[in-house]
């Protein structure tokens, strides 16, 4: 019998990787009347190799998310770059090693494109085009040509971020593989039904449990960057604020104006000599992949041409 989640102590993690359907399955999971979850999606506090000033640091802030979580089966959060991470598989066993693991894998040709244009909407990247923006990874990584509000810095080498094999190891080195699931974006979009009873099964929750099965985080561009930045950037904008409004407003207001500035927009398509010079590069990493999680992933390599 899984010990019910105490009020601190969360004992779950969905570790990544970005783009796969995280904030969905977040969601899905946030209906379940077995279930708490941080009220904020993405704390990423086991990653401080991946710093942003907007991640939580300390173990108080953290650990106050999950306050009202006592008394639920489970408890747990989502921080889409924990996978990526170098050192938030051994800080989550630390923390909690009976915990449950949760990974979320795409074509990772597919997940750096889209990664990328969540990015230049968020005002984390600046280069347009995305093969500009995979053709300036070497400058980047010595720290030049960076945008204006950049972090975390290391999800800007998109090439390095699509190489799941090291990042996976460093979970099963971690934890024992019952503690782990893993689930293939092309399975979760085709049965998400399914996925959701899997994924309950996995955590010892009720299975029958059905939430409404809606997509989250469809492809956005912002209307206003500078809106956008005014909004995400500023200090001064920040504090004025926390001076003049309680924080029920202050949230209600800025979730208004972000659903305001954003607009749903088809991705611009990748070329097809760019989508197979990336299923080359990536070949060798998906099948160190697959070996480890036992699991073709050749499709994933496969040329959609023939």
């Known amino acids: ?26 969601r899905w999971l946030d209906a379940h009347p077995e279930v708490y979850t941080s009220p904020r999606k ?94 300036a990874e070497p400058a980047r990584k010595l720290g030049y040509n960076l945008p204006p509000n950049p972090y975390p810095i290391p999800c800007l080498f998109y090439r390095e971020m699509g190489k799941y094999a090291g990042q996976v190891a460093r979970y099963l080195q971690r934890f024992a593989r019952g503690q782990i699931h893993v689930i293939y974006f092309d399975d979760f979009v085709q049965d998400p039904a399914g996925s959701f009873e899997r994924v309950c099964r996995f955590l010892e929750i009720d299975a029958e449990f059905r939430p409404v099965f809606q997509t989250a985080n469809p492809n956005t561009t912002v209307r206003s960057p500078r809106l956008r930045d005014w909004m995400k950037f500023s200090p001064a904008t920040r504090a004025l604020a926390r001076a003049v409004m309680p924080r029920p407003l202050r949230r209600g207001l800025a979730e208004t104006l972000h659903q305001l500035n954003r607009r749903a927009t088809p991705r611009r398509p990748m070329s097809p000599a760019l989508r197979r010079r990336l299923q080359a ?24 041409e023939g």
């Open 1 to 26: 019998m899984t010990a019910v989640a105490t009020a601190t102590r969360p004992n779950f993690f969905i570790v990544g990787a970005p783009k796969c359907g995280t904030t969905s399955l977040y």
């Open 42 to 135: 993405e704390p990423h506090y086991f990653c401080p190799d991946l710093y942003s000033p907007t991640y939580v640091h300390d173990e108080p802030t953290y650990l106050s998310l999950f306050a009202r979580g006592a008394g639920r089966r489970r408890a747990g959060e989502a921080s889409v770059y924990y996978l990526y991470s170098r050192e938030a598989a051994g800080r989550i066993a630390a923390f909690a090693p009976d915990a449950r693991i949760i990974m979320m894998l795409r074509n990772p040709v597919d997940m750096i494109h889209s990664l990328h244009s969540q990015r230049l909407f968020g005002g984390y990247e600046e280069i347009e085009e995305f093969e500009a923006a995979l053709a």
């Open 281 to 304: 590069e990536f070949a060798a990493d998906v099948a160190s992949l697959g070996r480890l999680l036992d699991y073709d992933l050749s499709r994933w390599t496969r040329d959609p």
